[in-house]
Structures are given as structure tokens and as C-alpha cells.
């Protein structure tokens, strides 16, 4: 929350995107600093996905720039996905393999070595029940699976998140753990990008919120120092009518 005031890891600047000829996002300015958790609120078909899309180089901007850590993401792909942990809405890991051996699995994938006990502290880190390091995900909870994608990306050191509707599905008590996972791997220096129709969720968690409608930043909130963004405010906005309407 101290993070405004640090340096610019995500950009999308005066970003245009068009999809089949539909203009999809239109002239869209937001940042994210180092330490910050910003959540990008929108309704079905805002844009959400596609601008997390674009900011990974699946989509190319007819204008604009997606800038990561400093990059323009077209003309430095691989050094952004490197640094990025993108988890779309239903992480995709293997179903018939255990925790341990998808992780193993993916971290040899991107050639990076790590002990048992490293692995055996990221699934502390993120609160995964040691009885299921040994089970296979198809017996895995939603959040279960979740916190497995995201203690992968702890491993590959991914200092920066981009996250698609990352509580949707979940219940309370695996919001709850969800947010705080994410605010501990925030003051820790990790920069997050989530995306989400959650207003309460959103407001729970997020250091700011840009409310996107088709394509548009139409507003952006700002928790206070000490303190939550207002859900009411939010809510208002997102659903245009003036707060206690
Ligand atoms: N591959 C595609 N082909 C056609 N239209 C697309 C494609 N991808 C996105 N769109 C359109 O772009 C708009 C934004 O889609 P996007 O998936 O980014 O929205 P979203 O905010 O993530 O929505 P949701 O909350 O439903 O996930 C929608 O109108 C969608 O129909
Ligand atoms: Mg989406």
C-alpha cells in the first residue's frame, strides 16, 4: 500500500485493441507500480481477458504500447513472459498428476531447478495442506489448484502477476486466504494485475481499481492510507447511478 510512489512495472498506454474489426479497447491508460495490487473491474465483455491478453503479447495492439517492467511487450516477448506469472481463469495444470509432479514438471519445462524443500515451502507459502502434495489435482478443490498455479509461479520467481477472475468460483474462506496470499506477495515486492467483475472483492484487496466499460477506463479508486476502497462508491459507479440511490 506505501507502492504509488514506486517505479511503473505495468503500462498500458493509450492502448487500442481490435478484434475482428470490433474495437475492444479503446485508448486505455492505466499503471501499476512495484508492490502494488491493482484490480482491473469491468462487466462481462469489457475487456478484462483482452487486456491481459494484450499485456502478454497474444494480442497486437492496432495502437498503443503494453509496456512490462520497462519493455514494450512486442518487442521483448520472451524476457516478459519470463517475468510474468499469468493465471487465466481456470489454471491450467495436469489433472492425473500431483501437485509435487506438476510443479516439477513445469519448472523443468522452463529449465529452472529447484529442491524438494524449496517446492515444500512455496506450498507452505501459500497455505496447500501438506496431506495433498501427493494427490492428483483432480481431487483438488478450485482454490486448491489455484494456490498450486501460484506457488508454481513463486518458484519460477515471477515477481509480476497477472491474474484473470482469480476468486470467481471460490468460497469465502478461500477468497479470504487468496487475498491475503496475494497482499503478503505484494509487500514483498510483487506486482500484481487482476482482473474481475468482484466489486467486493476487488475492494477487499486492491491498493487501486480501474473500472473498465467496453473498452473504456471510466473511473479509478485509490484505497486510502489506512484503509479499504469504499465498496459502495465502487458499486455505484460500476452500476451508474449516484452512491445511496
Ligand atoms: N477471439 C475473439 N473473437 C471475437 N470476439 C472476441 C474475441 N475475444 C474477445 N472478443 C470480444 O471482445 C470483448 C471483450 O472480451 P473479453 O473476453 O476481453 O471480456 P471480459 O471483460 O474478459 O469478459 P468476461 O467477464 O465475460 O470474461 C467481448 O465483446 C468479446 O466478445
Ligand atoms: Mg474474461
Known amino acids: 500500500m506505501t507502492s504509488r510512489q514506486n517505479k511503473t512495472v505495468i503500462e498500458s498506454q493509450s492502448l487500442c485493441v481490435q478484434i475482428k474489426g470490433i474495437s475492444v479497447l479503446k485508448d486505455l491508460n492505466f499503471k501499476v507500480g512495484k508492490g502494488e495490487i491493482y484490480a482491473l473491474l469491468g462487466g462481462n465483455g469489457a475487456g478484462k481477458s483482452t487486456t491481459l491478453k494484450t499485456l502478454l503479447g497474444f494480442n497486437k495492439p492496432k495502437s498503443g504500447l503494453a509496456i512490462i517492467d520497462g519493455e514494450s511487450v512486442g518487442d521483448a516477448l520472451v524476457s516478459v513472459r519470463k517475468k510474468t506469472a499469468y493465471l487465466p481463469e481456470n489454471a491450467s495444470l495436469y489433472p492425473h498428476l500431483t501437485a509435487k509432479e506438476n510443479i516439477e514438471y513445469f519448472l523443468s519445462l522452463a529449465d529452472i531447478k529447484k529442491s524438494n ?13 501438506s496431506d495433498s502434495w501427493d494427490r492428483q489435482l483432480l481431487t483438488y478443490s478450485k482454490g486448491m489448484r489455484q494456490k498450486t498455479a501460484i506457488a508454481l ?18 468460497d469465502p474462506v478461500a ?13 514483498a515486492g510483487a506486482t500484481i494485475l487482476m482482473v474481475t467483475h468482484d466489486v467486493y472483492g476487488a475492494c477487499q484487496v486492491a491498493d487501486r481499481i480501474g473500472l473498465l466499460r467496453r473498452g473504456e477506463l471510466v473511473g479509478e479508486f485509490e484505497a486510502p492510507d489506512e484503509g479499504r476502497i469504499d465498496t459502495e462508491l465502487v458499486h455505484a459507479a460500476f452500476a ?6
Not at 153 to 170: H, K, M, N, Q
Not at 240 to 245: D, G, H
Open 117 to 129: 524443500d524449496e517446492i515444500e515451502s512455496a506450498f507452505k507459502l501459500v497455505g496447500l495442506q
Open 175 to 187: 477468497i479470504d486466504e487468496f487475498n491475503q496470499l496475494v497482499t503478503e506477495l505484494a509487500s
Open 240 to 245: 451508474q447511478r449516484q452512491p445511496n440511490e
Open 153 to 170: 509461479a513463486v518458484l519460477r520467481e515471477a515477481p509480476i502477476f497477472l491474474l484473470d477472475e482469480p476468486t470467481s468460483g471460490l
